[in-house]
T-cell receptor, first 116, second 112 residues
Framework: SAVISQKPSRDICQRGTSLTIQCQVD?????MFWYRQQPGQSLTLIAT?????????ESGFVIDKFPISRPNLTFSTLTVSNMSPEDSSIYLC?????????????FGPGTRLTVL | GNSVTQMEGPVTLSEEAFLTINCTYT??????LFWYVQYPGEGLQLLLK?????DKGSNKGFEATYRKETTSFHLEKGSVQVSDSAVYFC???????????FGAGTRLFVKA
């Protein structure tokens, strides 16, 4: 199974600043995703990170606010721009990998962001 | 579109009690169904899954059966432990799809 690491694991940031979160996978994967989990809530898909092209954003999320890079098949970054307290969440990187029983999805440990 | 509805929490049980967390879904075709668990301060882990009707997923004493006739995938455990305290998410992935849709999550507290 894919092993996913994220940096930083947590951060406290000031309003108006930006934070870039890194996601590293120990194997090449086609599909990488970024999710947000707001306090006490479920996971919401932000975007699919496409290697070599622009990310595909879900409704309610835009590139200016959440720019994503995917330079190769093992790495992606998500930037949370011009942060406000409403951006305080856990941000999770996720990948799909072909397993013995079909596609399986794995999640990174998450980045816990607090915006003051 | 596809959606997942699961029972609201929190659910509070005593150790060794029987657990049921209800989950129903709306989807076209034959989605794959999942239960994920998130322990305090940790990331999301796959608990169990079922990919076709009447399949039973099981892991760590937890079970869930894919019921197409009732569009349900209820999570059960015969005897919970304090260490089972966590948030449980029901999820689905559509036929041929790659996006996972999550329910709202159910927080479980188990008292000693």
């Amino acid at each position: 199974s894919a092993v996913i690491s994220q940096k930083p694991s947590r951060d406290i940031c000031q309003r108006g600043t930006s934070l870039t979160i890194q996601c590293q996978v120990d194997s090449q994967v086609t599909m990488m995703f970024w999710y947000r989990q707001q306090p006490g809530q479920s996971l919401t898909l932000i975007a699919t990170a496409n290697q070599g092209s622009e990310a595909t954003y879900e409704s309610g999320f835009v590139i200016d606010k959440f720019p994503i890079s995917r330079p190769n098949l093992t790495f992606s970054t998500l930037t949370v721009s011009n942060m406000s307290p409403e951006d305080s969440s856990i941000y999770l990187c996720s990948v799909n990998e072909k397993g013995a029983e079909g596609n399986e999805q794995f999640f990174g440990p998450g980045t816990r962001l607090t915006v003051l | 579109g596809n959606s997942v509805t699961q029972m609201e929490g929190p659910v509070t049980l005593s150790e060794e009690a029987f657990l049921t967390i209800n989950c129903t879904y709306t989807a076209t075709g034959y989605p794959s169904l999942f239960w994920y668990v998130q322990y305090p301060g940790e990331g999301l882990q796959l608990l169990l899954k079922a990919t076709k009707a009447d399949d039973k997923g099981s892991n760590k004493g937890f079970e869930a059966t894919y019921r197409k006739e009732t569009t349900s995938f209820h999570l059960e455990k015969g005897s919970v432990q304090v260490s089972d305290s966590a948030v449980y998410f029901c999820a689905l992935r559509g036929t041929g799809g790659f996006k996972t849709i999550f329910g709202a999550g159910t927080r479980l507290f188990v008292k000693a």
